[in-house]
Structures are given as structure tokens and as C-alpha cells.
T-cell receptor, first 115, second 110 residues
Framework: GAGVSQSPRYKVTKRGQDVALRCDPI?????LYWYRQALGQGPEFLTY????????KSGLPNDRFSAERPEGSISTLTIQRTEQRDSAMYRC?????????????FGPGTRLTVT | GQNIDQPTEMTATEGAIVQINCTYQ??????LFWYQQHAGEAPTFLSY????GLEEKGRFSSFLSRSKGYSYLLLKELQMKDSASYLC???????????FGAGTRLFVKA
């Protein structure tokens, strides 16, 4: 594929609602990362998948956050019972391999606003 | 704990050279990355260091000293389009989790 895509690009939701954010990685990329990025800050690691296996979810803030990648391609980050503090840019990135030297390709992000 | 420090902002003149420093303290080390991020856009890869020394790629070079927990990104022949944030990122043990610094906002003036 052309690049990493994410949808929706913008999401406004009311406090207490659930949201699902989608990431479509570059075709053939086995590794997929989710980050949260506040304005003026670097990306904050949330979770990592190798194929369909979620190998690290240590960055998920609490149990309202979950992610899946059932077929090793598209991934969904779900936030349940959203709170205003969840408002942020959520970015997905993919890389060709699992090894240390593989660069990450970032998607355009989903801007989530919780009102 | 894990910590990556970079200067918040730097200003340089078009055509000049600028060095952006990064110091890190992380649990394990599996390589250091530099990414460029223009305002409102996604980060894009610039360089990767895993061994000590200098890696050169066109106008950009990156240096690593693992014993000092230190890296720098060197940008030569600055252009206005180099105005962006530069993110230092370290991959920890296991090669999965990547920790990013807050980024250095570089302003290039004419």
C-alpha cells in the first residue's frame, strides 16, 4: 500500500462513549505500534503487535484501553467510557520487521476530542 | 526509570550548521533513532544508530556514544524547510518499546 492510513482522521465524542480507532499498516509490515501524542510532545508508546500477537501493552494507561490485530494486518484501538483526559492525537506506526533497526512509518493520526 | 532529554527549542540561520543533542537513560538499549516532524504532520525517519560513532546521510549526520548515553543530530547547509521538530527515540530491551523524547523545535531563519 501507499502508506499507513488511519480512520477516522478526526473524532469528537461525548464523555462516557466508546470509540474505536482504526489503523491500516503498510502492506507486508509485520510490526505495528500505537502511540498517543500530546501537542508539543513526542509520541508516547501504548502497545505493540508482531503479526497478530500483542507482545507489549505496557503503555496502555488503564483497562479502558485495548487493542487488537486479529489477522495480523488492520488494527483497532478501542477506548471505553471515554474521559476528557483521553483527548489527544493517536498515531499508528508500522515497520517491516521486529528487529531493533527497523524504522517506523507513521500514519497521519486520529485527533480525538472528548467533550 | 526511562528518560530522554533534548533541548526544547533551537534557532539557526539558513546555510549554517546546527547540532541537536540528546541524552538518554533507558532500561536496555537496542538502538537510537532520529525522526523529523513538521507541524501538523506525522514523524518521518531520519537516522538510526546502534554502534558508537557517526552515521552520515547527505546533509544529516547522527552520532552515538553508548557509554555516555548521548547522541546528536547534525544538520548541515540548513534550509528553511528544515524548520521542524526533531525527535530522539530509543528502543529498549526486547526491541519493541520505543521511547521518544519531547522533541527539539528548530527554527531556521533567513
Amino acid at each position: 500500500g501507499a502508506g499507513v492510513s488511519q480512520s477516522p482522521r478526526y473524532k469528537v465524542t461525548k464523555r462516557g462513549q466508546d470509540v474505536a480507532l482504526r489503523c491500516d499498516p503498510i502492506s507486508g509490515h509485520v510490526s505495528l505500534y500505537w502511540y498517543r501524542q500530546a501537542l508539543g510532545q513526542g509520541p508516547e508508546f501504548l502497545t505493540y503487535f508482531n503479526y497478530e500477537a500483542q507482545q507489549d501493552k505496557s503503555g496502555l494507561p488503564n483497562d479502558r484501553f485495548s487493542a487488537e490485530r486479529p489477522e495480523g494486518s488492520i488494527s483497532t484501538l478501542t477506548i471505553q467510557r471515554t474521559e476528557q483526559r483521553d483527548s489527544a492525537m493517536y498515531r499508528c506506526a508500522s515497520s517491516k520487521g521486529q528487529g531493533a533497526g527497523y524504522e517506523q512509518y507513521f500514519g497521519p493520526g486520529t485527533r480525538l476530542t472528548v467533550t | 526509570g526511562q528518560n530522554i532529554d533534548q533541548p526544547t527549542e533551537m534557532t539557526a540561520t539558513e546555510g549554517a550548521i546546527v547540532q541537536i543533542n540528546c541524552t538518554y537513560q533507558t532500561s536496555g538499549f537496542n538502538g537510537l533513532f532520529w525522526y523529523q516532524q513538521h507541524a501538523g504532520e506525522a514523524p518521518t525517519f531520519l537516522s538510526y544508530n546502534v554502534l558508537d560513532g557517526l552515521e552520515e546521510k547527505g546533509r544529516f549526520s547522527s552520532f552515538l556514544s553508548r557509554s555516555k548515553g548521548y547522541s546528536y543530530l547534525l544538520l548541515k547547509e540548513l534550509q528553511m524547510k528544515d524548520s521542524a521538530s526533531y525527535l530522539c527515540a530509543v528502543k529498549g530491551t526486547g526491541g519493541f518499546k520505543t521511547i521518544f523524547g519531547a522533541g527539539t523545535r528548530l527554527f531556521v531563519k533567513a
